[in-house]
């Protein structure tokens, strides 16, 4: 028996039938009440069909290096043709591009500045790695559908990820775990900076990052809380790279690295907060319960899980987390975006009785999720 709807729901579906109808459209479009409302919601949808040509622009302007051209002034548009090795009009297509998405901004003498969003980009040099690595990820999802019904094999993300296949990744190969490990370093600063301001790591004794890359999560909360140890728990050739970057920072006295796989070993022992850092999404949920129960494990009875990312049902940044993390994920082949609540449930399973929820200043990039057996 279909199940019956609620008051809002045929509230809803009247209203999606009077969209729908074109003349409704029309009428909404004149009418001078819905004029501003149909012309949003016009512009809105037709961002959805052209998204992909602004994504493309963001991404020339990313790999043409135009935002390190004019962080120190404008300049003329012959001059930045010269520069990326373009012509003069194939470069003011490029910068009439910029401009209209922000990204640069027209100036007098027909020279052209950096937008603010532009401006915004120099100042977070992990967001332009992001962006080059993304054209991995568009070509997975030059067919979404077949990437939806499994059909797409072997996706260019899988690869790049090399833990997403499984298998002994123990013995994964250094030149396989470097680019990735890079990218995270890079894209990590932002994240680490809205951890922690949210959360007061100094009151701890000993920090384990699980999952922590090459210990740029580590670093920064050693330059917060100057007496606390540090311990990296990743994949041997990862953790091997963390450990030479503790060592470059003078922080060899202080951080240690282990090499492992969280999925199958057990963490070590001896700190009394874990943190999980862009990790939880990686996994699904029989791959998250098993890290929780290890982080259970080697924790004591008074210790501390922080687990930070981007998650879903954010209000705000809904896209962030169901659109763009669902279909990245979905690439990647492993690992799903959830919500602090979903979180919290698979907390409770793994033996954490004490949970609470952290505001950060940007919840689009981490929420946090604090649990305690």
Not at 105 to 134: C, K, T, W
Not at 217 to 230: D, Y
């Amino acid at each position: 028996m279909e199940a019956q709807l609620s008051l809002l729901d045929r509230a809803l579906a009247v209203r999606d039938r009077l969209v729908a109808s074109p003349k409704f459209q029309q009428w909404a479009a004149a009418f001078p009440l819905t004029r501003g409302i149909a012309r949003r919601r016009a512009r809105a949808l037709f961002d959805l069909v052209a998204g992909f040509v602004y994504t493309q622009t963001l991404f020339a302007c990313v790999r043409l290096r135009l935002f390190d051209k004019l962080v120190d002034g404008p300049r003329p548009v012959a001059e930045l043709a010269e520069q990326m090795s373009l012509s003069d009009d194939a470069a003011e297509r490029l910068l009439r591009a910029a401009a209209a998405l922000g990204l640069a901004q027209r100036r007098s003498n027909g020279h052209y500045g950096l937008g603010e969003l532009g401006a915004a980009l120099v100042g977070n040099p992990g967001i332009a790695a992001m962006v080059e690595h993304h054209a991995i990820l568009y070509a997975d999802l030059h067919d979404p559908v077949a990437l939806l019904r499994g059909e797409a094999k072997d996706t260019e993300m899988a690869g790049y990820w090399p833990y997403a296949a499984g298998g002994d990744t123990n013995v994964l190969a250094a030149e396989r775990l470097a680019d990735y490990s890079a990218l995270m370093s890079a894209s990590q600063p932002l994240i680490a900076e809205d951890v922690l301001n949210a959360y007061p790591f100094a009151q701890h004794k000993c920090l384990l990052d699980v999952g922590g890359g090459e210990g740029t999560f580590l670093m920064a909360a050693a330059a917060r809380a100057p007496n606390l140890r540090l311990m990296l728990f990743d994949l041997p050739v990862v953790a091997e790279r963390g450990r030479a970057r503790f060592a470059q920072a003078g922080l060899a006295d202080r951080a240690q690295a282990h090499g492992g796989d969280m999925l199958c070993d057990p963490l070590p022992v001896g700190a009394d907060i874990i943190s999980l850092v862009r990790v939880v999404h990686d996994h699904d949920d029989r791959g998250v319960l098993k890290i929780f129960k290890s982080a259970r494990e080697a924790l004591p009875a008074d210790g501390t899980l922080l687990v930070a990312e981007a998650m879903s049902g954010t209000r705000g940044a809904e896209p962030v987390g169901d659109a763009y993390f669902g279909f990245y994920l979905l690439a990647m082949g492993r690992g799903r975006s959830r919500t602090p609540e979903e979180i919290i449930s698979l907390l409770r399973e793994a033996g954490f009785t004490r949970q609470e929820v952290l505001k950060t200043r940007r919840p689009m990039l981490a929420r946090i999720v604090v649990a305690r057996p």
